[in-house]
């Protein structure tokens, strides 16, 4: 039998494991699940079959070298900076590599050795990277296959609580990595174009720069600007469209909400605080605040951030427990977003019952024989408990069937790639959709970006 080699065994990889478990008898395969945590990767096998756990670790390169010569592809589920390890052992060994993260700089100077070597180096197929990318091209494909002309792309995904668990005043819990959530948008500036005109936000203004979306039986979501919405212009072949924007989705109201944060300084990642291992939330508040002999923390934060007292942004505040006098950070040299990162996840943390949310929306707009057309198409998936996440199978599905697609010769382009190409993702989503993943698919007449009633310039 062929192995497969998953080197991760995170929450991620729940749906991923059982996904191949299933396959592996009508696929003639085992499956390693390898971690540096051998109780975690055993704990990930559980009682499946052709499933065996071992240790693994990245940085001991005899290891590495061991375990990867006899298989027949790698997953790597590891973060992503540990991508590129993995990569180039598997470039020496002549193996094939999946992975659901972003293409990086080191990575896709490898794309020329890989195509030599006629191996096939998947990236970016989860799902947003992933489900989107193959999701869009599907219908950019069909619109350019019938003569249209994209002038207008905007992809939205976000992860969140499913309604029956929507508990607090935020309308949100972590259901992925909640550091990801606290640092977003930093960095850099969000970049994009809009009616032909490049726009810029900063990250000062990121969050309180949103538009709104409407999804049938869900309801109302607002979503901010990603930073990376230009980078997929020549990868998608959109260099003449006239709109391009990526965002991330959240229920209405989050953002302005999150955006006191942003004001105060409280997610700022790149210094650490004095005592903060013993520094109480309160304590933490007010570190951000102006000296008074008088003026309560309270008082003080709603004078900085001109918030009147029966502004329902206070309510959330106090709903977040975040001028509590006992409750300390406990972490030693905490950044201010490592601080608000653990306030939040005592607040936000997902009750054994609750079960998440992954949305996802692309607006297409075209033209076609002399008319204005557009395409919206919404993907919602909600999750069966606390392992079989929404999260976890938008993810692991993509990754277990490229793989199994990949072992049988069904996708054999060489080169490090997105799946972006018909050979990839058109198999994928019929799989996606055979597993309840699937987008619905709404056509108006396009009248450009009308974001408040009016052409914005």
């Known amino acids: 039998m062929q192995q497969i080699l998953l080197i991760g065994a995170g929450k991620s990889t729940a749906v991923l494991i059982k996904y191949l478990s299933e396959k592996s008898s009508e696929e003639n395969f085992t499956l390693l699940v390898a971690d540096k945590d051998l109780s975690l990767a055993k704990k990930a096998v559980q ?5 065996h756990a071992i240790s693994f670790d990245i940085f001991n ?3 590495c070298e061991t375990y990867i010569a006899p298989v027949a592809i790698v997953i790597s589920m590891l973060p992503a900076r540990f991508h590129i390890k993995i990569a180039k052992v598997c470039l020496k060994l ?3 590599l999946v992975t659901a993260s972003y293409i990086t700089a080191e990575m896709k100077a490898l794309d020329v050795q890989v ?8 990236n970016e197929i989860g799902v947003d990277p992933g489900i989107d990318h193959m999701s869009a091209m599907h219908i950019i494909d069909r619109i350019r296959d019938n003569g249209g002309k994209i002038i207008m792309f ?24 909640p550091r990801n959530v606290v640092v977003a948008g930093q960095g850099g500036v969000a970049e994009f174009i809009q009616e032909g005109k490049y726009k810029y936000i900063p990250y000062h203004r990121l969050f309180r720069r949103t538009e709104f979306l409407d999804i049938e039986n869900y309801g109302r979501f607002e979503a901010y600007a990603n930073r990376n919405s230009l980078d997929y212009r020549k990868a998608y072949g959109l260099d003449d469209v006239l709109t391009l924007y990526r965002g991330t989705i959240r229920r209405v109201g989050f953002s302005r909400a999150w955006n006191m944060f942003v004001q105060l300084g409280m997610t700022d990642d790149s210094f650490t605080m004095e005592n903060s291992e013993d520094m109480t939330y309160r304590e933490f508040v007010n570190s951000f605040l102006p000296y008074s002999p008088t003026d309560s923390v309270e008082l003080k934060l709603r004078h900085n951030l001109k918030i009147d007292q029966d502004d329902s942004m206070w309510e959330k505040l106090l709903d977040i427990d975040l001028f509590n006098p006992k409750k300390t950070i406990g972490i030693k040299n905490a950044t201010p977003a490592h601080a608000l990162q653990k306030i939040l996840e005592e607040q936000w943390k997902l009750a054994s019952e609750d079960k998440d949310m992954l949305v996802m929306y692309h607006k297409l707009g075209y033209e076609i024989k002399g008319k204005k057309k557009q395409i919206d198409a919404t993907m919602v998936c909600i999750g069966k408990n606390q392992t079989e996440t929404a999260m976890a199978k938008t993810v692991g599905l993509p990754v277990g069937i490229a793989t199994i697609k990949i072992l049988k010769k069904e996708i054999t382009t060489p080169g490090v790639h997105l799946p972006i190409s ?3 993702y058109e198999p994928i989503l019929r799989e996606l959709q055979q597993n309840g993943i699937n987008f619905k698919e709404k056509q108006t007449t396009y009248l450009g970006y009308n974001p408040i009633g009016g052409v914005s310039n």
């Open 422 to 424: 018909r050979e990839v």
């Open 94 to 96: 002549k193996k094939n």
């Open 47 to 51: 009682n499946h079959q052709n499933c």
């Open 115 to 122: 195509k030599k070597a006629g191996l096939i180096f998947m």
């Open 61 to 63: 390169a005899e290891s």
């Open 154 to 177: 905007e992809s939205f995904c976000g992860g969140l609580i499913a309604p029956e668990n929507d508990t607090n005043l935020w309308n949100y819990k972590f259901t992925w990595n």
